[in-house]
């Protein structure tokens, strides 16, 4: 699962960057909205993540968290960079209310970026599979908006599972770019059957083994736990997965040795 990467990823880069804008997506998601300095111009590859150094407990330590890079590059906003952040609970609380203080204040946030070696690498000729559990979507939505600005008619499906209905969000800019590009498919999976729930429903492999029978030729991105990469890559070997064709920031934190259950 290391792969030689076609393209190469930027040199890591500190920012003193500012909070723009802090905004509930739903009751367990937040947005964050950041800016690098003037003059710059962070450079990333899709479906990198960054470093935010934060006084998360007000005692003057910085503590190192880590977040998907949610926006493709935008050449109208260069310095633009989106986060999602899933509530957890009290420790979640806590950043929240330090970016808000930052936000207000116009204090800087330490950013360094772009971490991580699964960003998008491989041939777009190729049929895509990008498969993510809850706040993963941000890598996913990351990966998605890029791959359509770099070849429009690209083959590719999306694959996201929640475990509430309340914590999908921003499904109809999805399903707008469904209607947008016909070869991109969207799949919003909830993980046990509810009565509010419409569609589909249960392990993202097991709803991914009724939609597509033969996945030899495809490309994947895998976006979640340790236990759920490994256990829908395992799963989808039975319908041709090949694991030198999978990419997850998993295989760099958890090796499958050191696999965690999560």
């Given at each position: 699962?290391?792969?030689p ?59 190192s ?92 499906s999306?694959y ?61 991105y ?41």
């Open positions: 699962m290391s792969h990467a076609t393209t190469t990823a930027p040199p890591q880069l500190t920012h003193a960057g500012q909070v723009l804008s802090v905004s509930n997506l739903t009751s367990t998601t937040f947005q964050v909205e950041l800016q690098t300095p003037p003059g710059t111009e962070p450079a990333y590859q899709a479906g990198q993540y960054l470093q935010l150094e934060l006084d998360v407990n007000g005692d003057g330590c910085l503590q968290l880590f977040y998907s890079i949610a926006n493709g590059f935008d050449p109208e906003a260069p310095r633009r960079l989106q986060l999602l952040i899933q509530h957890t609970g009290e420790f979640t609380d806590r950043i929240i209310a330090h970016l808000c203080e930052l936000r207000d204040t116009g204090a800087p946030v330490k950013i360094t970026l772009p971490l991580g070696q699964a960003y998008l690498q491989t041939d777009l000729n190729l049929p895509h599979l990008l498969i993510a559990a809850g706040s993963g979507i941000a890598k996913i939505k990351c990966l998605t908006e890029t791959i359509l600005r770099r070849r429009p008619d690209a083959s590719v999306i996201w599972s929640n475990r509430k209905p309340e914590e999908f969000h921003g499904v109809e800019a999805f399903q707008g770019l469904t209607e947008k590009h016909t070869n991109l498919s969207f799949t919003p999976i909830l993980e046990s059957a509810d009565a509010r729930w419409p569609g589909a429903s249960g392990f993202i492999y097991e709803v991914i083994e009724k939609e597509l029978e033969n996945l030899a030729a495809y490309q994947f895998l976006c979640g736990s340790p236990r759920m990469v490994y256990g829908t890559i395992d799963r989808l070997k039975l319908r041709g997965l090949k694991e030198a064709a999978c990419y997850s920031d998993v295989f760099e934190y958890a090796p499958r040795d050191e696999r965690v259950a999560v």
